[in-house]
């Protein structure tokens, strides 16, 4: 009976989207408005020695030269540390100007506000800041002999250390063994929004407009900090323009924001420039992996062995989780995991799509296709050998799988059985063609808080849904549209989805690619709760057509519960009753930690480049992926979220890259003309399959997720590519032109 699930619908928002009338956390009017600019750290380590404002004050309609010696002092002992569960969750522990302390470039010294953006801008600049500067470790080179194991990573989460069977043993009955290094550039945060907060106080109420991925996780991390009760937060945000794990965490602007507008006692908005995206909302940290695969003449893993070196903050262990599914995908009985980590002058590594994943399985599947080339095994055929039937980290069965499908349905997509593998074996002109392929995992829905939603139906029948999640480019107030009116049984046009707004039922972040299935499983609550109401009220109201009907009898369609040839409509039900409307929530409870599945998120990546070895060039012919998410809610955002993944991997394999001046402790691209994301001249025609399988575990309607897995392994299947087309085994991400000539 589902109609509207799963339909290609277009974006309910798109026309607000495409016609520049949606409104950012940033673009919201208020009367009185004063502009904050954020004033960054020109030296990577040392103090604050001196902020002389004196001429900065003068200026006209400067309202507030803020710095550490005059900021509030924020209101938590000890300080919060990142966390995503249910709690605040601050990007980084650390809080500017609290003391003069520089842990790193661009750490905000001042916040200048003034009746125009101009004049703020203009006053920040003449900020006369005396430094005593110290020298600044910013890379892994520099800190390599300092590195430590960790204890823990990614916000306590996870542990610093994993291990299954033994190791040694494993690497020892190998026959073949490939052993490797892998280096991974940092990845700067650059969706097309940069982000930003404006505050308004009435009295000690505080409204907060920001640019988030969670209104709930912006509500709880601002309240903690300012020491304000959580009733008197309300935080809205309507549409956010793009975030990609940079919104996820709440990183220091909403406090500011709020902070500098009770200071000057008017509204304050503070956006952050381009420049300051790379410095103030956390990045992928550069990071070195090694692996070792030990494996038999057949090709069976008996050992896998992957280390993570990488930078982290003063303050917080963090580290993307880049062993995650790369330890989950192969059935390997021997298998070591370890993240170091070296204290380095950045601020806290953040989420960035396909948070560890995406540089885990880069290493892992790259490191595949050199045994696969040793072993003589075409790559598929080494991977389908060491296929895990259940999950080798747990033991646990698969909520549901759909890999080897994916394989299948991806090569026979690509046509990648005509290959000859041989590498260099393929030449047009100048151009050295070379095909790969890589293997795609990403955790499916991780355990969480409980996910509440609220349906009302209308006397004439529309639907409003609503829930406390964002928008942040993914489509979810058309997809949630489509969800309400399937339950429900009403034409999808008459349901309207409602969200960006802390007073509805609380939703915690989108983040992990949990969004669609977590969102979705409130959302079918509430709408399930609301149809048993309504039909409950049908069969016990003797005015009705249902009055006396079994409720489990009861079926909806259209507007309309009937029951054999009995029926009657809902709008007919509340005026007979006279009520305007009717109302029920809903709340879904994730399956635990404990649940004995494992849930993971599948794919098959595959990529056919061109090379032209004299100029460097790799130009990507042609992308297919081949998916198994589970429940598809809207087959053209499903598609859209996919295909953009797979370009972003793209755009790792060729061209993001950021690292740090070593001298200077500062990113050397800090704007959009230098740090590179693939355009469209740099796409190729994508393929996207879904390979169908069922999930009865992750959440109501099998939803996995499809945020991450398109950018999963794609790097990989153009790296392993252009070794095809030149023999050459290049090693790290980006590759660039001088790895080729
Ligand atoms: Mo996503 S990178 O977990 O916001």
Redesign the pocket.
Same mark, same amino acid.
């Given at each position: 009976m589902t109609t509207a699930i799963g339909a290609p619908l277009e974006r309910v928002d798109g026309r607000q989207k495409v016609t520049g009338s949606a409104r950012y956390s940033t673009e919201i009017p208020a009367t009185g408005m004063a502009h904050a600019c954020l004033v960054g750290a020109r030296i990577a380590s040392g103090r604050v020695r001196s902020v002389d404002a004196s001429d900065a004050r003068e200026e006209p309609g400067v309202l507030a030269v803020l710095t550490h010696e005059n900021l509030p002092r924020i209101a938590t002992q000890p300080p919060l540390v990142p966390s995503l569960f249910g709690g605040p969750a601050p990007g980084e522990t650390f809080f500017p100007m609290q003391d003069d302390i520089v842990h790193y470039g661009g750490q905000p010294i001042a916040l200048v506000v003034a009746d125009t953006h101009e004049r703020a801008q203009h006053a920040a600049s003449l900020l006369r800041v005396g430094y005593e500067a110290s020298e600044p470790l910013t890379t892994i080179e520099q800190g390599r002999d300092q590195a430590y194991e960790a204890e823990k990573i990614f916000g306590g989460f996870l542990p610093g250390r994993s291990a299954r069977g033994d190791i040694e043993e494993g690497i020892e009955k190998a026959d073949i063994v490939v052993e490797a290094t892998f280096d991974y550039a940092a990845n700067s945060h650059n969706p097309l929004e940069a982000s930003g907060t404006t505050a308004i106080w009435d009295g000690d109420e505080l409204l907060l407009y920001d640019g988030t991925?969670g209104v709930n996780a912006t509500q709880l991390t601002v309240a903690a900090l300012l020491g304000i009760p959580l009733s008197k937060i309300r935080v809205l945000s309507q549409f956010v323009g793009g975030?990609? $794990?940079s919104k996820?965490m709440i990183w220091h602007h909403p406090a500011l924001a709020a902070l500098a507008a009770r200071e000057v006692g008017r509204p304050v908005k503070l956006a952050l420039t381009r420049e300051q995206m790379f410095t103030a909302c956390g990045h992928r940290e550069e990071q070195e992996q090694h692996i070792t695969l030990g494996a038999t003449n057949d090709g069976r893993l008996t050992a896998l062995r992957h280390h993570k070196l990488s930078p982290t903050s003063h303050f917080d262990d963090w580290a993307e989780p880049s062993l995650n599914s790369a330890a989950q995908m192969y059935a390997c009985p021997n298998y070591e995991g370890v993240y170091r980590l070296i204290r380095a002058n950045t601020m806290t590594p953040t989420?960035?799509? $396909?948070?560890g994943d995406s540089t885990g399985m880069f290493a892992l599947e790259c490191a595949m296709d050199e045994l696969a080339e040793k072993t003589g095994l075409d790559p598929i055929e080494l991977r389908l050998r060491n296929f895990a039937d259940a999950d080798p980290v747990s033991g646990n069965p698969w909520s549901s799988n759909g890999l080897k499908e994916c394989y299948q349905r991806g090569a026979a997509s690509f046509g990648w059985h005509d290959r000859d593998p041989a590498p260099g074996s393929r030449r047009e002109g100048n151009w050295l063609i070379g095909t790969g392929m890589a293997a795609a995992g990403y955790p499916a829905p991780p355990p969480g808080t409980p996910q509440r939603a609220r349906a009302r139906i209308y006397a004439d029948g529309s639907v409003v849904v609503q829930g406390a999640t964002t928008e942040f480019g993914t489509g979810v107030a058309t997809v949630m549209a489509q969800v309400a009116a399937d339950v429900l049984g009403v034409p999808v046009e008459r349901c309207r989805f409602e969200k960006g707004d802390t007073d509805f039922p609380g939703i915690a972040s989108?983040?992990?690619?949990a969004g669609a299935g977590m969102i979705s499983a409130a959302v079918h609550a509430a709408a399930t709760a609301l149809r048993e109401q309504l039909i409950g009220e049908a069969v016990a109201d003797s005015g009705s057509p249902l009055h006396g009907a079994d409720p489990a009898g009861v079926v909806v369609r259209n507007g309309t519960m009937s029951a054999g040839t009995s029926s009657e409509q809902y709008t007919d039900l509340l005026r007979r009753n006279l009520r305007p409307d009717a109302e029920a929530s809903g709340t879904w409870n994730p399956p635990g930690m404990d649940t004995p599945y494992a849930m993971l998120t599948f794919g098959a990546q595959f990529a056919e480049v061109a090379v032209d070895p004299e100029l460097g060039l790799v130009r990507v012919r042609r992308m297919t992926g081949a998916f198994a998410p589970g429940r598809v809610l809207n087959a053209r955002t499903v598609r859209s979220q996919l295909m953009g993944g797979m370009l972003w991997s793209l755009g790792q394999a060729l061209l993001e890259f950021n690292r740090m001046d070593p001298a200077t402790g500062r990113w050397v691209c800090n704007s959009l003309g230098e740090y590179l994301v693939p355009v469209n001249a740099d796409a190729p025609d994508v393929t996207v399959e879904l390979v169908d399988v069922e999930d009865r575990i992750v959440n109501p309607l099998g939803v996995k997720g499809v945020?991450?897995i398109g950018q999963v392994g794609a790097n990989a299947a153009i790296a392993n590519a252009i070794h095809h087309a030149t023999g050459r085994r290049i090693r790290k991400m980006p590759i660039m032109i001088e790895d080729i000539i």
């Open positions: 991925q975030s990609f $794990g996820a989420f960035m799509r $396909g948070p989108a983040v992990g690619s945020g991450e």
